[in-house]
Structures are given as structure tokens and as C-alpha cells.
């Protein structure tokens, strides 16, 4: 007996959501997940008619499915957006540049402008040049600050309103977890905000339209709509923090699917006591980015890579900004602190 | 590298061992007994004198438990609560150098129906306990868990506070004490033989029929927690006790702050994981061990001798996955081994929180949960996970060729677009059997979920059942006049 859909009780059921677990058919699938991310960027007033809007693509599945749904409802709903392609190219061989490929065609095919920043140009520093100085344990925290500052460096360059990234709900939910077991208040409280806060010079507010789908959604979708997207695991990923809340995530979600909204909702209910010590917002004394303190971090980090002291950046480093500022040697002691790097 | 005979040409580099001393960190003189925390090393002597200070500390600094109330333990038998009830022990030592000044009585409550024990096995669990709880002279009650199906309906009912007693008024209270202690001395409670009341057959019955209805591991630890908390509180205010004592130690605390937040409890963390959590009004529930971890807990009972009884829970010897308790906790141990600073920072993490919007004392019962009796987070907020999860099922679901009776809109639940994507066979939204009420608006996301867990609601004791009638009941009866209600928000008084 073959299993019906369950909204349209027409067509016979070729897949069950992970979700909710209702079986759907193939188009009432794409209905609901399309719909739900309609629906997101209505309810949080994501963007508004005549905005030009960046998509982070990376070429993996999130900003494919990404890229393709804001197009599709783009046209479907008349936001009035235009929509560009931003990519950045990190400098790892055998990843990234296979994943730029995939980019290239998703322009192609989707037919929208593409913006390609790279970490040589903006830095002078590749990941694999970071990684052969650094080791394998504290890189991802390079990459991310540095990602993160590219991003909105080719949005100043193309003159967009807004960046969206393929951020999905088990993104959203394992940095919730990881911040609770990193001990982050500060970021426990912002980390659940589906965009960013919009003032500030050289900073262009960010959304997450996929904050609310499923990782496994999003697989299914780009499957049966057979979008094209490439999947390898970044080879220098395996022994970041992030897998062990991870891999937490994935059993919970076998014993409980619902939990993975259920930790969102955890962290969007938060609530921290007042008098906790905060950081403020300012800017960066070198760049002008936004940063809480005197520096900010890709400053730290590009510093401590240039002078050869990867380990200027991972860990407490406050008191020393004034002399990076300043461009004073670091006493020995300190140096010897951050050189030590272990694999 | 892997040849036959291998040469390191190489000096290999010898791994640092932490340097553990031999000698007592603290007074050193005497050797060292016991290691905690990586590299403190203590002597006997100098960890008994840490371990009851710091229960001392965290009580006077917290200035929660005013000197002649009425606290009561609840004691389980397990390690951190055995601990705690020696604590109390030496505490209120007529020798002890600044003595506790409240009057303990201790608590335990016998879940052996939960977890199928036979009766004999219960008895003899219970027995072990009498005699533990006889050597430590304080009044003590032991409960089986089949009382929660005989509860009265003021449980789930959040009482008022009574008097505010601020911390400014605590320094007055201890010297006023102080003063009337030089008169008349603290009269020792006196032990009362009570027995242990008698179990009908078809309670366990029924107590294990509502268990079994659970269809998850999670959501029967989540419902047992939660009868056992109403038992609790029901016996506290009924012997007039205004304190409850939980024994929860900090590393079950840090696994329950990552369940919590799993299981959608964000809201309420502060009061499941903080000190004092005075959700019920009257009864404050303190958490005193929350301090120690598992391991000092451990060394101190063995090394001084501390009885505890082994009583088997509904997780025990259940593989990892079993259950969202069950993964967290191995999660959390597993990681400690790699970084030791696991289970301090997550601590520390729910030090640093506090409940969300209304103040705890508000009267307005519509907002507080029917079964954990925590502020409602289901406000319909329009970006929201919870929404969100409310518009997948409605889109995943067939929409219905105009239902004929229109759903009462119990409020909170969605937002007017039809409330079919509602239950999971937990009763019709309007024309409600009078048997089963609709839950779903009365509860917290959290419990919602539990409830979701539930092959029927038909099982829960009849208190449960007939205060979310009368709330219902009430919300319809409100949302009648609503027009001509003057006051909009939260009114004083009974609602």
C-alpha cells in the first residue's frame, strides 16, 4: 500500500521531511520548503523592494539550494530584489578551487552577476600558507574572521544593501551549543538573531533566509531538484571544536528530530543577567572595521602570521594590542608564549 | 617509522606529566590525600575544612535561608545528596564553629514502581534508607511515588510568596536569632516514627500505566521529574516546611543546563539550573551542592565514610542513545576527558543567566506552565523557531475544506490560521471530550513536547487534569468579556 502525501493526499509520498516527518511528495516538498523560507523573510522583514542583495556562494549545497530559492522566490513574489553571486577563494588547494567551479556554472545557470575575493588579494596570506604556519588545530578560527571580513569587503566593492548566507538551522543550532560550551555569553545572545544589526560604517548587515531549514531539507531538495553543488568536507575541518557539538547535534536529532528547533528556540529565548560584563562595539584603530576592542581580530591574527607568532590571536591577547599599535617587539617571553604551536 | 628496528635519532620529547606534589597545597605539612581539579592537592584535614566551608559559603552567601526556618532535603540516596545530608549534619554539630540555624527534615521519595521494582526490593531500598536517615536524627518522611495520583488541585497552582524576605532583612533576622537564642536553646526536632504509607496495588497500576504511556525515554525522565517535583512541593507545604534542598551537584547541573537547552527549556534555565528557583510561589527550592563536582562529591563520601544507598533510576544501564539525558551526559564526560574546563565553564555559563520577561511572582496564572509551572515562552512572536515549526506542519498538512466549527482560539497557541496542524491525538480543539482537555495551550514549549511524546493525556493524575480544565474554563470565560475588561494586562487576584 503505497503511502499518500500528506497535504495533497493525491500523489503518491517519494520522501519523509525530516522536519516534521509528514511523507510529502516531490512538488508539495518543494512547495513547503520554498514557502517556509517565504515565509522567514516576510515574518523577519528580511528586505525591502529595490534592495541589491549579495549571496555568499560557496558552491557547496546550502548556498546552491540558497541561491537558487531567493531567485525563485525573487521572481515568484515580485521582492523586487537584485541578486549577485559573492564568492570568496580562501587559497585551499583541491577545495576551493573545485568549489569555485561549481560557482562559475551556478552563475551560469542562474544567470546572476559573480564577485570572486580572494584571501592572496585582500591579506597576502593563502589557508594553506596560514595552515603550514599555524598547524591543524586553531586554522578554522583564521579562516572564519578572515571569511568574514572578505565578504564584506566584495560587498563594499559591488555596492549591495545586504549579504545573505546559506546558514541553515543545524549551522544555527551548533553554534548555540558550541557557545554554551565555549562559555561565550556575549555571543550566546546574538548568535540566534537572524540578521545582523545595520549601523556602522564598512559593515553591510547580513541575513540567514535558511535559518530555519533543516541541513537534511536542504539535501533532499537540492537532490530531487538535482542542483548541481559540491560536496567535500574542507580537508583542513576535522579537528575543529565544532565536530564535537556536531556530532552532538546529529545523535540528538536521531533521538529526538525536533530537537535541532528546539535548541534554536533555547537560544532565542535566553535571557542573560543584567550586570554581566558586555562587549561594546567599536572600531578597529588600524582598519576602521568594527571590532570590541582596540584591534580587531583579523588585525590580531594577520599580525601574529606576519611577524611569524601564530599564536598571537588564539587566547587572551588584549594587553598587547597597544604594542602591535605601536609597532614595539614583543618581550621574549611573550614571544616564546605565542610561537609554540602544537600539531 | 614502522620498520623493524626503530631508531629515533631524535630525542623524543618527554611528555609533561602534571607535577603533583607530595605535600598538602594548603597547609604543607601533612601528605597529600586527595587531588582535585588537575593539580590542588589537599590533605585530609584541609579537604574536609574546604568541603564544609564551601557548603557554609555557598549558603550564608546566598542569604536565602533564614536562621529557625523549616528545610527540607530531599534525599535520594545517591552520592551528592547523602553528602549534603552530612553536611547538614555536621553543620547543625552543637560543637561546629558557627553552626547552621535552620530545622532540617529529610525527604525521600521511593520511585520503585517507576522503574518496575518488585515490592519486596522496594522495601528493602527503604529500609536500608530508615536506617541512614535513624543515625541522622532529623525527622524524616518516606514517600511512595503513587501519592502523586491522590494530589490536591493547589499544586500546580503558583501560591504567593509570602513576605518578602530581602537580603537586608537577613542580617536583622540572624541577630534578632542570636538575641532570642541566649534565652531558650533550639529545641531539637524531634524524630516521629512515621510509617511508610501503605501502596494500593492499583496505584502502581495506574502510576505505571501513565509512565508507559510515554512513547520516548526522554519524555517518561521529563514526566517522572515532574510528578516527583509536585510530590515534593506538595509535602513541603503541607508539613510546613519553606525550603526544599536539592542535591544536585555541579556536574549534573552543567548535563542538565545542555539537556535543558535541548529539550527547548531556553527560557527557563536560570531557574532549572540556578541556585534558587521560586517558581512555586511559597517553596523556595535552593540548590546547595551546586559547587562541587562529582568527583570531590565522590572523594569526600569515600574518604569520610559518607553511607549512600544505590537505588536504580529509569536510566539506568540504558546505552548512550537511549535518551536526550543519557546522550548529553556522556557527551559532557566525554569531552571533560580532552578539556578538563568543560564542565566549570558550562556552570559557569547558567551563573550568568537569569529568567526571561515577567517577574516570577506574577499572578497571572494563564502564564504559567500547567506542569513545570515555569513563565509560558510560546508567545507567538512572528520570526520565531517556534512559529516556524507551526507553519511547517500546516504547510506539510492537507488544509481542511472549511471545518465547521471554529476552533475556540485558545490564545496562544497559532496564530488564527486554523489550528489543525493542533495535536497528534490529543483531543479536538473545540468541542472537547470533558475526559481529555486540550493541553497544548497551557503548557511551555518544553512540556509541549513531552506531552506531543504521550499516546493519551487520559492517564495524568486527576489533578493535572481537572486544573487544565478549570484554566480552560476560565480563558473561555474571559475571552467573553474580554471587550469589557477595563484592565488589559495582568489583574491582581485569582484568575
Request: glycine share 6%; aromatic share 6%.
Amino acid at each position: 500500500m503505497p503511502v499518500l502525501c500528506s497535504a495533497c493526499t493525491e500523489k503518491r509520498a517519494v520522501l519523509k521531511r525530516p522536519k516534521t516527518g509528514h511523507s510529502l511528495c516531490k512538488e508539495c516538498f518543494f512547495w513547503a520548503f520554498e514557502e517556509e523560507v517565504h515565509y522567514t523573510i516576510v515574518a523577519a522583514q528580511l528586505f525591502k523592494p529595490g534592495e541589491t542583495v549579495a549571496i555568499a556562494a560557496s558552491g557547496g549545497k546550502d548556498s546552491t539550494v540558497l541561491a537558487h530559492v531567493m531567485k525563485l522566490l525573487n521572481e515568484r513574489y515580485s521582492y523586487g530584489l537584485k541578486l549577485m553571486l559573492l564568492s570568496v577563494d580562501e587559497g585551499i588547494t583541491g577545495y576551493r578551487d573545485d568549489s569555485l567551479e561549481t560557482v562559475k556554472r551556478n552563475q551560469e545557470q542562474y544567470e546572476l552577476p559573480l564577485k570572486i575575493v580572494s584571501y592572496e588579494e585582500l591579506y597576502g596570506w593563502t589557508m594553506d600558507a596560514i595552515v603550514k604556519q599555524v598547524g591543524l588545530k586553531n586554522n578554522c578560527t583564521f579562516c572564519g574572521v578572515f571569511r568574514r571580513q572578505a565578504l564584506d569587503r566584495g560587498a563594499i566593492i559591488l555596492k549591495v544593501d545586504k549579504i545573505c548566507t546559506g546558514h541553515n538551522a543545524d549551522d544555527v543550532a551548533e553554534t548555540v551549543l558550541m557557545n554554551v560550551l565555549r562559555g561565550d555569553v556575549a555571543r550566546l545572545r546574538r548568535c540566534t538573531a537572524i540578521s545582523t544589526a545595520s549601523e556602522g560604517e564598512g559593515v553591510v548587515p547580513r541575513c540567514k533566509p535558511l535559518k530555519y531549514s533543516y541541513e537534511k531539507e536542504i539535501v533532499l531538495y537540492a537532490y530531487f531538484k538535482k542542483l548541481d553543488y559540491f560536496s567535500t568536507e574542507c580537508i583542513y575541518s576535522p579537528n575543529a571544536y565544532r565536530g564535537y557539538a556536531r556530532t552532538f547535534l546529529k545523535d540528538l536529532e536521531s533521538i529526538r528530530p525536533s530537537s535541532i528547533m528546539d535548541i534554536i528556540h533555547s537560544g532565542e529565548n535566553l535571557c542573560v543577567r543584567e550586570g554581566v560584563k558586555m562587549p561594546v562595539q567599536g572600531t578597529c584603530k588600524r582598519c576602521g572595521y568594527i571590532s570590541s576592542q582596540a584591534l580587531c581580530k583579523s588585525c590580531v591574527l594577520l599580525e601574529g602570521l606576519n611577524r611569524g607568532l601564530p599564536k598571537l590571536g588564539i587566547g587572551k591577547h588584549h594587553r598587547l594590542h597597544d604594542k602591535i599599535l605601536s609597532q614595539q617587539p614583543l618581550t621574549e617571553k611573550e614571544e616564546r608564549k605565542l610561537k609554540s604551536v602544537d600539531f | 617509522m614502522c620498520q623493524v628496528v626503530e631508531e629515533y635519532p631524535d630525542q623524543l620529547e618527554r611528555a609533561d606529566l602534571p607535577s603533583v606534589s607530595k605535600k598538602c597545597g594548603k597547609c604543607k605539612e601533612a601528605s597529600t590525600a586527595v587531588v582535585i581539579r588537575t593539580a590542588d592537592t589537599y590533605c585530609r584535614g584541609c579537604f574536609k575544612e574546604y568541603f564544609v566551608h564551601k557548603f557554609r559559603a555557598t549558603l550564608g552567601k546566598n542569604r536565602i535561608i533564614f536562621p529557625g526556618e523549616k528545610v527540607l532535603l530531599a534525599v535520594s540516596g545517591g552520592p551528592s545528596s547523602c553528602a549534603m545530608l552530612n553536611q547538614v549534619q555536621e553543620g547543625l554539630n552543637q560543637n561546629a564553629h558557627k553552626k547552621l540555624r535552620f530545622l532540617p527534615g529529610i525527604i525521600y521519595i521511593d520511585e520503585g514502581c517507576a522503574v518496575n521494582q518488585t515490592v519486596e526490593e522496594r522495601q528493602r531500598k527503604v529500609s536500608e534508607l530508615q536506617a541512614v536517615f535513624k543515625a541522622a536524627g532529623f525527622p524524616f518522611h518516606i514517600m511512595p511515588l503513587e501519592q502523586v495520583l491522590d494530589l490536591p488541585n493547589s499544586v500546580v497552582v503558583a501560591a504567593p510568596s509570602p513576605s518578602e524576605q530581602l537580603a537586608s532583612t537577613y542580617k536583622a533576622a540572624v541577630d534578632h536569632f542570636i538575641q532570642a537564642k541566649r534565652s531558650n536553646d533550639l529545641t531539637a526536632q524531634d524524630q516521629e516514627e512515621t510509617s511508610v504509607p501503605y501502596v494500593q496495588e492499583s496505584h502502581t497500576q495506574r502510576l505505571q500505566q501513565l509512565i508507559g504511556s510515554a512513547k520516548t525515554l526522554t519524555a517518561r525522565e521529563d514526566l517522572l521529574n515532574t510528578l516527583k517535583q509536585h510530590l515534593l512541593v506538595h509535602i513541603a507545604r503541607s508539613k510546613g516546611y519553606s525550603k526544599l534542598m536539592l542535591g544536585d551537584n555541579c556536574t549534573r547541573l552543567a548535563v542538565k543546563l545542555l539537556t535543558s537547552i535541548s529539550l527547548g527549556r531556553g527560557a527557563q534555565l536560570a531557574q532549572d539550573t540556578g541556585f534558587s528557583d521560586s517558581r512555586y510561589g511559597d517553596i523556595i527550592v535552593v540548590r546547595p551542592m551546586r559547587d562541587y563536582s562529582a568527583n570531590e562529591i565522590a572523594s569526600y563520601n569515600h574518604m569520610f565514610n559518607v553511607p549512600c544507598v544505590v537505588i536504580p533510576s529509569l536510566n539506568t544501564k540504558t546505552p548512550d542513545r537511549a535518551s536526550v539525558h543519557c546522550l548529553t551526559e556522556s557527551f559532557v564526560t566525554k569531552l571533560q576527558v580532552d578539556f578538563p574546563s568543560t564542565v566549570s565553564t558550562i556552570y559557569r555559563t547558567s551563573e550568568k543567566l537569569q529568567t526571561a520577561g515577567r517577574s516570577s511572582i506574577s499572578t497571572n496564572l494563564c502564564d504559567r506552565c500547567l506542569l513545570c509551572m515555569c513563565t509560558m515562552d510560546t508567545a507567538v512572536e512572528k520570526a520565531s523557531a517556534f512559529q516556524a515549526t507551526q507553519v511547517s506542519t500546516q504547510l506539510s498538512q492537507a488544509k481542511p475544506t472549511g471545518s465547521p466549527e471554529q476552533p475556540t482560539a485558545s490564545g496562544q497557541c497559532c496564530s488564527g490560521a486554523g489550528t489543525e496542524g493542533c495535536g497528534s491525538g490529543v483531543g479536538c480543539c473545540s468541542s472537547a471530550s470533558v475526559k481529555t482537555p486540550d493541553l497544548k495551550s497551557l503548557l511551555c514549549y518544553s512540556c509541549q513536547l513531552t506531552i506531543k511524546d504521550m499516546l493519551s493525556v487520559e492517564h495524568l493524575p486527576a489533578y493535572i487534569l481537572s486544573e487544565a480544565q478549570r484554566r480552560l474554563r476560565r480563558f473561555r470565560m474571559r475571552e467573553d468579556i474580554s471587550e469589557f475588561l477595563l484592565d488589559d494586562g495582568d489583574e491582581g487576584g485569582d484568575v
